[in-house]
């Protein structure tokens, strides 16, 4: 695992921008980039890094496709704070992602079995795509990725799952009051997370701190989520100081930030 401190939200964005970026496929057969998308307020940063990048010819998502993590059950894909729209408004207006190649989880059916048969098809839908190549994340204050919260199995697979009531809690922001949150979800497991090819997680924050520390130093746990990054091969972890203040090896993550040099090959 790669975590990355920045100075100030902007380093913040623009590290996190770079390691997404690094991930990436623009040139070449099959260059058409799959992106994971989170909502929140942590990336929003670095989506906006992503529109830089495209204003100066880095990058192009004119054919790409974005997976979004989770969406409310029980909400039209219209109502101004599902998923969908939300995505269309802070990633497909930003970044220039094609409203098209956004693929959401369904959030409306007639019946349970429809949603269930609906979240089986979406993670087929994303090995059709040939796989994510960089997943977005963010972290909830209790360790939850997407809305898979504490207690969610480390291998599970897109599905119906409740939201805890602290998520529902942290979300009111957005709605009415509490009354008006949705009270379950359909999200991606956190087995499937882990099958994208790089995992970039961004947190900003003191409200966060507690969180990574058990994502990044605490035991591999269903209780933390968030922990699952542990077993990613290719997982990035940028914050800035606040979310970083209960991380105990800063000095280390700094030190292997700086990366190998070839004089490093020769200290005798």
Known sequence: MLVLIGSSPQEVARLAADQVLAGLKFHGAG????LGLATGSSPLGLYRELAVA??????????????????YIGIPDTHAQSYRQTLI???CSVIGLPREGLHVPLGVAESVADL?????AYDESIRQAGGVQVQILGIG????????????????????KR????????????????????????????????????LVLVATGPGKAQAIAAAVEGPLSASCPGSVLQLHEDAV????????????????????????????????
């Open 89 to 91: 408004n802070e990633v």
């Open 141 to 160: 204050a209790n360790g939850h990725l997407g809305f898979n919260e504490p207690g969610s199995s480390l291998r599970s697979r897109t599905r119906i």
């Open 31 to 34: 260059s058409e980039p799959v």
């Open 163 to 198: 939201l805890a009531a602290q998520t529902r809690e942290d979300n009111a922001r957005f709605f009415e009051g509490i009354d008006s949150v949705p009270t379950h979800c359909v999200t991606q497991g956190l087995g499937t997370v882990l099958e994208a090819k790089r």
């Open 54 to 71: 495209v204003s100066e010819g880095r990058a192009d998502f004119s054919r790409a496709q974005g997976f979004a993590l989770d969406e």
């Open 116 to 120: 269930e048969k609906a979240a089986a």
């Open 237 to 268: 972890v940028v914050l800035d100081e606040a979310a970083a203040a209960g991380l105990t090896q800063v000095q280390y993550y700094n030190d292997s930030a700086a990366g190998i040099s070839d004089a490093d090959l020769h200290l005798g």
